[in-house]
């Protein structure tokens, strides 16, 4: 039985009837006493303010706390209770990142897994892609589209074919992948996509074609890319639409995962596919690469070993792009540099590597996309297009 104390009752009603506006810290104080008197009332208050000053803080361990408060607490709500279930949802995701963001992946997968049971598998899903475990993830991904959870986004899509193609599934993702091609190529038609993301996607379903052994597919769906292309540069985009710089680079950052070192549970790595989702401390770890990358590129260049340097600076690329991608302020001006340099070492390769100078150019083309230049990009494309027909 729960003693309740009068006195520190009254105090907490006084405070929050009182004329001043109380800080998130008495706030929790308060609503931490009247959740044992008017639980209906107070604890999904208390979850609020809980997940409130959990996003306010810069203390990860204090974050972690809180989120844990804030679950503990909304587990406590009564079923049926009014937004229970997304209350629970939102606290254990916010515990799930804070824990993942101190580097505690045990007990972080295990709130995903709760949260996964919640309704709510994109966070385990992620986890698991993390460390490796693709057709976990895949499996866990098909059980929620059974379940009635929806997969036609862009972002669900590519998320679920890149784990495909991680567990090694090649056609099978390319069957995914291309279902959402088919859907862009309507909706650009009726002018609700931008050509921009069809011509990213029509790309990246040619790599994807490649690395399963489908020349014929490759080039099919480049030469349809190239026609895309050929329009914008001619024409333009038929509407403006708002930023759509996150299509490019989870496209561009994905297809760059095979470069990098396997992902596992010892060593896991950012849950490429996805443009929101990385834990804090996978998404550190791949950008504290960069000053090794940079040293090796040094190295590279000094000793004149030039196809191990264009796929260095690449590498370099994509965390550029992972840091800063989704930011159109000077986004040419910031980016191109990167991908001119690509393109200028891998015309000094030797002939016979024309797939380096075609990838190079088709970066740099993409590139040129995402900042509205079409002409260029349409050149670099075809130019692209021309030495892979060559081969």
Same mark, same amino acid.
């Given at each position: 039985m729960v003693t309740i104390d009068h006195d520190a009752v009254l105090r907490a009603r006084?405070?929050?009837? &009182?004329?001043g506006?109380? #800080?998130?810290?008495?706030?929790?104080?308060?609503?931490?006493?009247?959740a044992e008197v008017s639980p209906k009332v107070y604890v999904p208050k208390l979850v609020d303010a809980l997940l409130e000053l959990r996003y306010q803080s810069r203390?990860?361990?204090?974050?972690?706390?809180?989120?844990?408060?804030? #679950?503990?607490?909304?587990?406590?709500?009564?079923?049926?209770?009014?937004?229970?279930?997304?209350?629970?949802?939102?606290?254990?995701?916010?515990?799930?990142?804070?824990?993942?963001?101190?580097?505690?992946?045990?007990?972080?997968?295990?709130?995903?897994?709760?949260?996964?049971?919640?309704?709510?598998?994109?966070?385990?899903?992620?986890?698991?892609?993390?460390?490796?475990?693709?057709?976990?993830?895949?499996?866990?991904?098909?059980?929620?589209?059974?379940?009635?959870?929806?997969?036609?986004?862009f972002w669900s899509r590519v998320r679920r074919a890149?784990?495909?193609?991680?567990?090694?599934?090649?056609?099978?993702?390319? !069957?995914?992948?291309?279902?959402?091609?088919?859907e862009t190529r309507r909706e650009a038609a009726e002018q609700r996509t931008a050509l921009a993301i069809l011509t990213w996607e029509l790309v990246h379903f040619s790599r994807m074609r490649e690395t399963?052994?489908?020349?014929? &597919?490759?080039?099919?769906?480049?030469?349809?890319?190239?026609?895309?292309?050929?329009?914008?540069?001619? !024409?333009?985009?038929?509407?403006?639409?708002?930023?759509?710089?996150?299509?490019?680079r989870t496209l561009f950052v994905l297809s760059g995962r095979a470069a990098e070192p396997a992902a596992s549970p010892e060593s896991p790595m950012p849950p490429? &596919?996805?443009?929101? &989702?990385?834990?804090?401390? *996978?998404?550190?770890?791949?950008?504290?690469?960069?000053?090794?990358?940079? *040293?090796?590129?040094?190295?590279?260049?000094?000793?004149?070993r030039l196809p191990e340097l264009v796929d260095v600076q690449r590498r370099i690329s994509i965390r550029a792009a992972v840091r800063e991608g989704d930011c159109p302020h000077l986004f040419?001006?910031?980016? !191109?540099?990167?991908?001119?340099?690509?393109?200028?070492l891998a015309r000094r390769l030797p002939d016979g590597d024309a797939a380096r100078l075609a990838r190079a150019l088709t970066d740099r083309s993409m590139l040129l996309v995402a900042a509205r230049s079409f002409e260029p990009a349409h050149a670099d494309f075809a130019e692209a297009v021309a030495l892979l027909h060559d081969r």
């Open positions: 006084v405070l929050l009837l &009182g004329s506006r109380p #800080s998130e810290a008495e706030l929790i104080g308060a609503y931490r006493v009247l203390d990860p361990k204090v974050a972690v706390a809180l989120a844990a408060e804030a #679950s503990r607490v909304a587990r406590r709500m009564e079923a049926g209770l009014a937004n229970r279930a997304e209350r629970l949802r939102r606290a254990l995701d916010a515990h799930q990142s804070a824990l993942f963001a101190l580097g505690r992946r045990a007990e972080g997968r295990a709130i995903c897994e709760e949260l996964a049971e919640a309704g709510r598998s994109e966070p385990l899903a992620s986890a698991l892609a993390e460390e490796g475990r693709f057709r976990e993830a895949v499996e866990l991904e098909e059980a929620a589209v059974r379940n009635g959870i929806p997969e036609h986004s890149a784990n495909l193609e991680g567990a090694g599934l090649h056609d099978a993702a390319s !069957t995914v992948f291309r279902g959402l091609v088919e399963a052994g489908d020349g014929a &597919g490759a080039a099919a769906a480049r030469q349809e890319a190239l026609s895309v292309l050929e329009e914008l540069a001619n !024409t333009g985009e038929p509407k403006n639409w708002s930023c759509i710089l996150g299509w490019w490429f &596919g996805t443009e929101l &989702g990385w834990s804090r401390e *996978v998404r550190d770890r791949f950008l504290g690469m960069l000053p090794g990358l940079e *040293v090796e590129a040094a190295r590279l260049r000094e000793a004149g040419e001006e910031r980016f !191109t540099p990167y991908f001119d340099e690509g393109v200028a």
